[in-house]
């Protein structure tokens, strides 16, 4: 059965992108078979892999606009994951949703007839709570939120949750969060862990682990064109993002 999983949060640079790509690398190396769908107009997705955006010719885009099948826009990474892929005219076909009938069913309709090729799929969404989000949400089991351990990341989160609540209660009743990842953490520091506590205590949502390490080598991955598990195998970062994998192939989805 497929586990098809948003990874949302509103803010930028929270490691929405790094924690799709790296997630995804480690099911694939767990032997699962692992579709990535680039929602982000921006292409980051696409481009960490490895594949320019501006050289993409059937994008995620055309399959939210019916114009063409997610068969035809998918392509295999060198992490050895599959990839619907975005580049800038996403934002056109963002625009052009917005008096579509059922667009926020669109992006399910369209991964529902490639969902038995794939154990995961998980979603790259946009820094926003837009037409792609809200699809993204309507289309998924469980919903992810990469959140930065630093002061002032959650602000936001509520604004998230009343938007899950929403697609749960109107689009998709099967709609459940997985919990918060902590990102760029630095375990050291009574902050971090002040953060985390902070966030259980607010929003009473669980804490998906273990947290992710900052590092540098996030952001030197993508100009290989591969994740972390890919360009530094035995790096900390790496080694939790295959602990998250684990751990959610071991029920604790």
């Not at 902590?182 to 929003?203: C, K, L």
């Not at 949502?205 to 996030?218: D, G, M």
Request: hydrophobic share 40%; charged share 20%.
């Amino acid at each position: 059965m497929t586990t098809t999983i948003a990874v949302v949060n509103q803010k930028g640079g929270v490691g929405k992108t790094t924690t799709v790509a790296s997630l995804g690398a480690a099911f694939a190396e767990k032997g699962q078979r692992v579709l990535l769908v680039d929602l982000d107009p921006q292409g980051g997705l696409t481009f960490s892999l490895g594949i320019d955006p501006e050289d993409v010719d059937i994008t995620v885009g055309d399959v939210l606009l019916g114009t063409k099948k997610a068969d035809d826009a998918i392509v295999v990474t060198d992490d050895g994951t599959h990839l619907l892929p975005s580049n800038i005219t996403v934002a056109q076909a963002e625009e052009g949703l917005v008096n579509r009938t059922g667009r926020e069913q669109r992006l399910r309709v369209a991964l529902d007839k490639v969902a038995d090729d794939y154990d995961w799929i998980l979603l790259d969404c946009p820094p926003t709570l837009g037409v792609l989000t809200v699809g993204a949400l309507s289309a998924s089991q469980r919903v992810l939120v990469p959140l930065q351990a630093e002061t002032l990341s959650h602000r936001g989160v509520g604004q998230l949750l009343d938007t899950v609540h929403d697609v749960k209660q109107f689009i998709n009743s099967e709609l459940e969060i997985l919990g918060v990842l902590p990102t760029m953490f630095d375990g050291r520091t009574n902050h971090a862990q002040a953060v985390m506590r902070a966030i259980r205590e607010t929003y009473d949502l669980p804490i998906v682990t273990p947290p992710i390490p900052k590092t540098i080598r996030f952001a030197e991955a993508p100009a290989f064109g591969r994740s972390i598990l890919g360009t530094n195998k035995n790096h900390k970062g790496a080694e939790a993002y295959r602990q998250v994998a684990a751990n959610l192939l071991n029920g604790h989805r």
